[in-house]
């Protein structure tokens, strides 16, 4: 988990209201991608970030939107949380060396759980 | 729609012996990566295998990819108490990376 980090680490909210999560990177790696974890569905790919300002979706993005002004942060939003989101939310990071491709070798933030009410 | 299964989907097994656990998958790929998650915590990388390779080995794991039958195999020799985790395949296909449901092993000290 060292240089990823998520916050907040827990929360809990309830339905309607937005949420914002974040997380941050000290290790300088171009690409950043957000999953959610849930019982019998392993992890799913919410949205991913190719570099500053260059996200695309993922496998499951509906209800979510994410934002990546600057390198270190990469931040997933809930426009407006649903019982169906209560998940636990795993930022991911990749491409430190500048040279390796697109869905390398990911290394993951301690992850957020996020209970909707 | 999901990309990766991994079987069995919980392995029990004595330390000291062998731990094998598949995954398949259905398009082509990249490449297949596999990863360890101890409870409650995050997922680490343990060791990626790109299309054009067949086996591949890292200290105590040997890892196998066959494209053909869209399949790969990851073996834990001499298994520890501590190599008790899930272990997830993931795969590498055009715009869009897949995690499979994972495989729950046990080892009983």
């Known amino acids: 988990d060292a240089g990823i980090t998520q916050s907040p680490r827990h929360k809990v909210t309830e339905t309607g209201t937005p949420v914002t999560l974040r997380c941050h990177q000290t290790?300088?790696?171009?690409?950043m991608y957000w999953y959610r974890q849930d019982p019998g569905h392993g992890l799913r790919l919410i949205h991913y970030?190719?570099?500053?300002?260059?996200?695309d979706k993922g496998e499951v993005s509906d209800g979510y939107s994410v934002s990546r002004s600057k390198t270190e942060d990469f931040l997933l939003t809930l426009e407006s949380a649903t019982s169906s989101q209560t998940s636990v939310y795993f930022c991911?990071?990749?491409?430190?060396?500048?040279?390796?491709?697109?869905?390398?070798?990911?290394?993951f933030g301690p992850g957020t759980r996020l209970t909707v009410l | 729609s999901q990309q990766g299964e991994e079987d069995p989907q919980a392995l029990s097994i004595q330390e000291g012996e062998n731990a094998t656990m598949n995954c398949s998958y259905k398009t082509s790929i990249n490449n297949l990566q596999w990863y360890r998650q101890n409870s409650g915590r995050g997922l680490v990388h343990l060791i990626l295998i790109r299309s054009n390779e067949r086996e591949k080995h890292s200290g105590r794991l040997r890892v196998t990819l066959d494209t053909s039958k869209k399949s790969s195999s990851l073996l834990i020799t001499a298994s520890r108490a501590a190599d008790t985790a899930s272990y997830f395949c993931a795969t590498a296909s055009g715009n869009q990376f897949y995690f499979g449901t994972g495989t729950s092993l046990t080892v009983i000290p």
């Open positions: 970030s190719y570099g500053v300002k260059d996200t």
């Open positions: 290790e300088n790696h171009r690409y």
């Open positions: 991911a990071i990749s491409g430190g060396d500048g040279k390796s491709p697109f869905w390398d070798e990911q290394f």
